[in-house]
C-alpha cells in the first residue's frame, strides 16, 4: 500500500522560501503525477502543481511565478519550493498522488501546516 | 477555468438519516468528477472517483451519481464517523466543501 510522508518547516517569516519534501513509500514514482495542494486555514483546498516521474510539470497561473516542484526518482521523492512568502501563503499543505489519465489524488501526505509569520 | 459549487455549505442530520450533497460545475465534465471526506486534522480521503465508483475500502453507504454539471453524493444511513467535511473535485479545481454536521 502506498503511502506519502511529508517533512518541511512550519514557521516563516515573510519573504522567505517555503521548501517541503514527501517522500513516497511502498510504490513505484513511475506513472504517475505527484501533485503538491494547500489548504488555508478554515478554507478549501488549492492545487499547486504537480511534476511526472520525468520531470515534466505543471502550475497553478496564479503561483507560477514563485513556484518550483523537483523530483528525485532514486529518493522516491519530491520536493515544492515556494519563493517569497506572505501571511496569504499559511496553509496545510499536502501531497498527493495522481494516476496518470486520471483525475483524482489518492493517497495523500499527512500534511505540513506552515504558517507565515514576522 | 472550471468552477465547482457545492450546496448546502451545511447539512446538519442525525445518525441513520439519508445525507445527500450536491456539486454543480460550471460547464460540462462528463463523469471526471471525484468526492473526498475530510476529518479535522486530517488529510482529505478519495470517496468516489469517476462520478459512481467507490474507492477501495469505502462502505457501501456511499454513492455517488451524475455526469455532465451536475453530481450528487449520497450517504443512505449516516454512521456518527460520516460527520465531517466533503469536497468536490475535477481535475485541478475544488469545490468549497459541504459541512456535514450532527443535528
Known amino acids: 500500500q502506498v503511502q506519502l510522508q511529508q517533512w518541511g518547516a512550519g514557521l516563516l517569516k515573510p519573504s522567505e522560501t517555503l521548501s517541503l519534501t514527501c517522500v513516497v513509500y511502498g510504490g513505484s514514482f513511475s506513472g504517475y503525477y505527484w501533485t503538491w495542494i494547500r489548504q488555508p486555514p478554515e478554507k478549501g483546498l488549492e492545487w499547486i502543481g504537480e511534476i511526472n516521474h520525468s520531470g515534466s510539470t505543471n502550475y497553478n497561473s496564479s503561483l507560477e511565478s514563485r513556484v518550483s516542484i523537483s523530483g528525485d526518482t532514486s529518493k522516491n521523492q519530491f520536493s515544492l519550493r515556494l519563493t517569497s512568502v506572505t501571511a496569504a501563503d499559511t496553509a496545510v499543505y499536502y501531497c498527493?498522488?495522481?494516476?496518470?489519465?486520471?483525475?483524482?489524488?489518492?493517497?495523500w501526505g499527512q500534511g505540513t501546516l506552515v504558517t507565515v509569520s514576522s | 477555468e472550471i468552477v465547482l459549487t457545492q450546496s448546502p455549505a451545511t447539512l446538519s442530520l442525525s445518525p441513520g438519516e439519508r445525507a445527500t450533497l450536491s456539486c454543480r460545475a460550471s460547464?460540462?465534465?462528463?463523469?471526471?468528477l471525484a468526492w473526498y471526506q475530510q476529518k479535522p486534522g486530517q488529510a482529505p480521503r478519495l470517496l468516489i472517483y469517476?462520478?459512481?465508483n467507490r474507492a477501495t475500502g469505502i462502505p457501501a453507504r456511499f454513492s455517488g451519481s451524475g455526469s455532465g454539471t451536475d453530481f450528487t453524493l449520497t450517504i443512505s444511513s449516516l454512521e456518527t464517523e460520516d460527520f465531517a467535511v466533503y469536497f468536490c473535485?475535477?481535475?485541478?479545481?475544488f469545490g468549497q466543501g459541504t459541512k456535514l454536521e450532527i443535528k
Open positions: 460547464q460540462s465534465v462528463s463523469s471526471y
Open positions: 473535485q475535477q481535475r485541478r479545481n
Open positions: 469517476d462520478a459512481s
Open positions: 498527493a498522488r495522481r494516476t496518470q489519465l486520471r483525475n483524482w489524488f489518492d493517497p
